[in-house]
Structure formats: structure tokens, C-alpha cells
């Protein structure tokens, strides 16, 4: 069975940056889960298993246009410490939820802390960066019609209702 649309694929992964440092790896877990076309994982990831079977392993280079888009300074502001009412201690790294400008829901990270100035950064933490995966192909099935309904995998190493 090769990879395609509505396939449960499971994978062992690391991903690293172009330094070589780890950032997210299943080693020593369970394989990642997931719907192959639902845009489970980033595209240029989904594009690059297309095909590929139990057993293959590959190194995938995604482009950030591919991945989690080009950095954004538009989505970097600074604002008043009062905007966090409620919040005892501010720290850098700290995330919240925040309106977007088109009305969304977005997640903003603290980026830095200046008297009562907070700069906040709406961009994905790996924005802008060329991502690299080390994959192994663990696992393919056909996904259930639930699954395939809901958009995401069931279950084990899938996603709990």
C-alpha cells in the first residue's frame, strides 16, 4: 500500500534546522499518526510522503513557503502591560490568545519585556526557517470513514474524542 489521500500514515521522524539541532523527534514514542490530504502536517512534508511505502525512509528539506510561512514582521507589536489584565508575571516565552487583525483567533508569544512595553510575536515559532526531516515510513492503512469525516486519525497515536 503506498501513501495517498485518506490514508492513516504513521512516521518516525526528527526534524532539525539547518544548524543540525534537533527540534521535534518521535525517537524513544510512538510514531506521529496521521490523515495523508487533511493537512494534518505541513505541505511540503504531506507532498514529499506522497507515494512513498511501509518500510521507506527519506530526508525531506521543506522551504518555509512550505512549512510554516516566511517570517512576518507585521505580526510583531508592542504592547502595554495593561493589555494583560489578570496576568500577575509577565516572562518572555509566555503565549496567549489574541484577536488577529482579520478577526481570528491567533497564538502570540512574548518576544520581550520593557518596563511596561510587552513586544508580542504572532508569527509560528518556526516561521521563516527551512525545516529537515529524517522520516520512516512505520505504518499505512485506510483511514475509517469517521476518521476520514472528522479529518484527523483515531486512537492510538491519533486523536482522542
Same mark, same amino acid.
Given at each position: 500500500?503506498? /501513501? ?10 526528527t526534524l532539525t534546522n539547518d544548524a543540525g ?26 507532498? #514529499? ?16 513557503? @512550505? #512549512?510554516?510561512?516566511?517570517? $512576518? ?24 490568545? #489574541?484577536?488577529?487583525? @482579520? ?12 518596563g511596561d512595553d510587552v513586544t508580542v510575536d ?19 492503512? @485506510? ?5 476520514? $469525516?472528522?479529518?484527523? /486519525? ?8
Open positions: 500500500m503506498l /501513501i495517498a489521500a485518506n490514508k492513516a500514515v504513521s512516521i518516525d521522524y539541532e534537533v527540534i521535534d523527534s518521535s525517537a524513544g514514542g510512538a510514531p506521529l499518526v496521521y490523515l495523508q490530504g487533511a493537512g494534518n502536517i505541513i505541505p511540503g512534508l504531506e507532498k #514529499a510522503l506522497e507515494g512513498k511505502a511501509v518500510g521507506d525512509e527519506l530526508k525531506v528539506s521543506v522551504e518555509p513557503e @512550505d #512549512a510554516y510561512g516566511e517570517y $512576518a514582521a507585521e505580526l510583531v507589536s508592542t504592547l502595554s502591560r495593561s493589555m494583560f489584565e489578570g496576568v500577575d508575571e509577565l516572562e518572555v516565552g509566555m503565549q496567549f490568545h #489574541a484577536s488577529a487583525p @482579520d478577526g481570528q483567533m491567533q497564538i502570540v508569544t512574548i518576544r520581550d519585556l520593557d504572532g508569527n509560528h515559532p518556526l516561521a521563516g526557517q527551512r525545516l529537515n526531516f529524517q522520516v520512516k515510513i512505520v505504518a499505512i492503512r @485506510d483511514a475509517s470513514q469517521e476518521e476520514i $469525516a472528522h479529518g484527523h /486519525i483515531h486512537g492510538e497515536g491519533g486523536h482522542h474524542h
